[in-house]
């Protein structure tokens, strides 16, 4: 696989960054302690690099209904400014990948415009199944991932240091931003002001917001969001720390938890499939099918949370099991750093899926007791 | 670049042996090994009384990434663990040449060891 760095690369070096290769990008894993930099999220805020992540642009008369066929949800029915999360499945309902779709305002007349947000090591996958898709309908796919940056500040100081960039007389359209909503908000930096598309959306469980931006204006915002937090206020995080926190709010990940081989039923996102929605879209007729055989309720495996009873954690493809017999496998698995026990998601056979559920993860031969919890494991204090 | 203490011997698997009187010897993990593990969370020690032989598994490092197989550098018997880093499993990152130690043994032969010297320019650390 290619070799792709973000433009804030230098950024991480400079900061004294470990590199790891996520979905062919060379991405900071961490730059001091991953601990660290999860409870700077968790109490104060945390910088991330999320420029692997891939944008595609979707505009045009039919830019709705493509989307409604392309994707599982119900994409013609969000508001201009919303965001909401989604999957694009193939015609047997496995997963292709989970994404977040942004409804832009257009300023053409008669013209729909979304914002389409794949994963890093999928982003190439999802623009083309979409050009794929977009066959028949009036709209034009952009692939802008190549261009395009994206800066998450997740955290409960997230919002006031963002403001400090911000004229104060436009401070409200930060401060009425809502979960899961955008806006175009002017920004102060590198000498000048720029319109940058703010989200408030993350990946962490915390409140925090991710920031579009051109590549040649990335490391100039990176060091501006940075200057702008007092000492102690932003710490830079890697993806170790993006993984744990990820994982205490019970998110999935692609290639973990998601995959072509699961469906949106078992990983516990039938509600995200709009079944009942008007027309055709890829994967309709297995979801449907997939849906009424009781995948992820009555039948198969299930995705659930682990917490362990003792000090060892489960890692990924560690069985599951229930008298010593396999019951399941385990996804993704770690001690939480903030609950302070193990914690692991897990498909498990529906029969032991209820909580409160006794199973034991097989960690290398040894059993360790475990129990099927409600998800998220972590939840903020709002 | 992680650390290399000049004065100890080192494994291949990263351990390293530090020489007590007669034939007792410290044994830990070295910075490039906790440099690579990130912040260890559990470990695994043989118990006091346990025969541990040179180039086999005796216990485990798990970190929040993962979890790594403790291999011993000696054979003997152990007489002594670090309880220290069994309830406090950061000191490992935070000290593993001092506080870090993990066990002792009364050292009967010992596996192939490495010098500081050749262990720092295999490994890429920094002997000073």
């Not at chain 1, 389409?116 to 794929?132: I, T, Y």
């Not at chain 2, 009384?49 to 970190?63: D, F, H, I, L, M």
Request: aromatic content about 8%; hydrophobic content about 40%; overall charge negative.
């Amino acid at each position: 696989m290619t070799e792709n760095y973000t433009a804030l690369y230098e950024e991480h070096k400079k900061l004294g960054a470990s590199f790891t290769d996520f979905g062919g990008w060379q991405m900071p894993l961490k730059y001091s302690s991953e601990l660290a930099e999860h409870h700077a999220v968790r109490k104060t805020s945390g910088l991330f690099d999320l420029s692997h992540m891939g944008e595609a642009w979707v505009t045009g008369p039919e830019a709705a209904a493509f989307l409604d066929y392309a994707l599982v949800g119900k994409i013609s029915a969000m508001a201009v400014g919303k965001a909401k999360y989604s999957l694009i499945c193939q015609e047997d309902g496995g997963i292709i990948d989970d994404l977040i779709t942004y409804r832009r305002p257009s300023h053409q007349e008669g013209t729909d415009k979304f914002l389409v947000v794949p994963n890093a090591g999928n982003a190439k996958v999802v623009a083309s199944a979409l050009l794929e898709r977009a066959a028949g309908f009036d709209v034009v796919v952009e692939d802008a991932s190549a261009e395009t940056s994206l800066i998450a500040v997740q955290g409960p100081l997230a919002e006031a240091i963002l403001l400090r960039l911000v004229p104060a007389e436009q401070h409200a359209l930060v401060t009425d931003l809502k979960y899961y909503a955008a806006v175009e908000v002017p920004f102060t930096f590198d000498g000048g002001t720029q319109d940058l598309l703010l989200a408030r959306t993350g990946y962490t469980g915390e409140d925090g917001f991710e920031i579009f931006v051109a590549n040649d204006s990335a490391a100039a915002l990176w060091q501006a969001i940075a200057n702008a937090a007092e000492e102690g206020e932003l710490t830079p995080a890697g993806l170790a720390a993006r993984d744990s926190l990820r994982l205490e709010a019970g998110m999935p990940l692609y290639g973990n938890e998601l995959s072509r081989q699961g469906n949106p039923f078992a990983a516990g996102l039938g509600p995200v499939v709009a079944l009942s929605k008007e027309g055709d879209f890829v994967g309709k007729e297995a979801l449907a099918a997939l849906k009424a055989g009781g995948a992820g309720s009555t039948s198969g495996r299930k995705l659930v949370g682990l917490k362990g009873l003792g000090r060892r954690a489960g890692r990924g493809h560690y069985p599951v099991l229930k008298d010593g017999a396999v019951v399941g496998e385990v996804t993704s698995g770690q001690p939480s750093p903030t609950l302070g026990y193990p914690v692991a998601l897990a498909y498990v056979d529906v029969e032991h899926s209820e909580l409160g559920t006794a199973l034991d993860i097989d960690l290398r031969g040894k059993s360790e007791p475990f129990e099927v919890v409600a998800l998220p494991f972590y939840k903020r204090q709002r | 670049m992680p650390k290399v203490a000049p004065e100890l011997q080192y494994s291949d698997e990263h351990e390293w042996v530090s020489r007590g009187d007669g034939n007792s010897v410290s044994v830990g993990i070295s910075e490039v090994a906790t440099d690579a593990l990130g912040d260890i969370v559990y470990v695994d020690l043989p118990e006091v009384g346990s025969t541990v032989t040179a180039g086999e598994t005796c216990g485990e490092v798990e970190s929040t990434k993962s979890v790594s197989d403790l291999y011993s550098p000696v054979t003997g018997e152990v007489t002594e663990i670090n309880d220290a880093v069994v309830s406090d499993p950061a000191l490992i990152n935070n000290d593993p040449y001092g506080a870090g130690w993990l066990f002792k043994v009364t050292a009967e032969s010992e596996g192939p060891l490495l010098s500081a010297e050749e262990y720092a320019s295999k490994n890429g650390g920094d002997l000073s």
